[in-house]
């Protein structure tokens, strides 16, 4: 299988998961971050925080990029109606954690595909379980550093996915891009194609 686009395509994000994950396509692409203010105004459901966050990212760059495809995405974090970002410092992490410890969680990811007359945004959404996690985990974890640049203090794909019990939905979701769902949204509109339909 090998796909092909006609397409410049830019990954609005300085995420290296999400670089990893849009690589599994094999195509030709960009990575242009977005410096933007992640803050949303009003009441917003855990989806439309993830998609307006995502949106945001791409309006700079489809402003600086008019002839190409740009993509943002935002994954966030909610336990119940509490919002986990990124935790602040390590106090902030233990926090968090302390507060998954065998709980269920909704994380969510937005993304939002943008220029060349195109404009379809969507979100996913994956529960995870974790297990009831020890104070000592906890600190064992956090000392690694690797909570600090995700949202919720953890990383599904590295040591922080030893705590976790279960997961309901995609897993790529909670890495930070649920790429299957993106791979068919691309397909459906045309911006990526499968080579041999191209050269018909």
Same mark, same amino acid.
């Given at each position: $299988? ?8 830019? %990954? @609005?994000?300085?995420? *290296? ?14 990575? !242009? ?6 803050? +949303? &105004? ?11 966050? @995502? #949106? ?5 760059? /489809? ?9 943002? +995405? ?8 509490? %919002? ?5 410092? &390590?106090? !902030? ?14 994380? /969510?990811?937005?993304?939002?595909? !943008? ?12 529960? /995870? ?7 000592? !985990?906890?600190? @064992? #974890? ?11 203090? #953890?990383?599904?794909?590295? $040591?922080?996915?030893?705590? /976790? ?11 930070? %891009? *649920? ?7 691309? %397909? ?13």
């Amino acid at each position: $299988m090998k796909l092909t686009t006609h397409y410049s395509i830019i %990954l @609005a994000s300085e995420s *290296p998961r999400r670089k990893e994950l849009f690589s599994k396509l094999a195509i030709p692409f960009e990575v !242009q971050p977005a410096k933007i203010d992640e803050t +949303a &105004e009003g009441a917003l459901t855990p989806e439309d925080l993830a998609i307006s966050i @995502a #949106y945001k990212k791409t309006v700079p760059i /489809v402003r600086a990029n008019p002839n190409a495809i740009v993509i943002g +995405a935002d994954t966030t974090v909610h336990l119940g109606k509490e %919002l986990l970002g990124k935790p602040t410092n &390590e106090e !902030q992490a233990r926090e968090y954690l302390k507060k998954l410890s065998g709980r269920t969680h909704n994380v /969510v990811t937005g993304v939002s595909i !943008q220029g060349c007359g195109t404009s379809i945004s969507f979100a996913e959404s994956t529960l /995870v379980t974790f297990y009831e996690l020890t104070d000592e !985990q906890i600190d @064992a #974890y956090v000392a690694t550093g690797d909570s600090l640049d995700k949202a919720g203090a #953890y990383g599904i794909q590295t $040591m922080g996915g030893l705590f /976790v019990e279960k997961i309901e939905g995609d897993y790529n979701n909670v890495v930070g %891009l *649920p790429i299957s769902r993106l791979f068919h949204t691309l %397909l459906t509109l045309e911006v990526i194609a499968f080579e041999k339909e191209l050269s018909k």
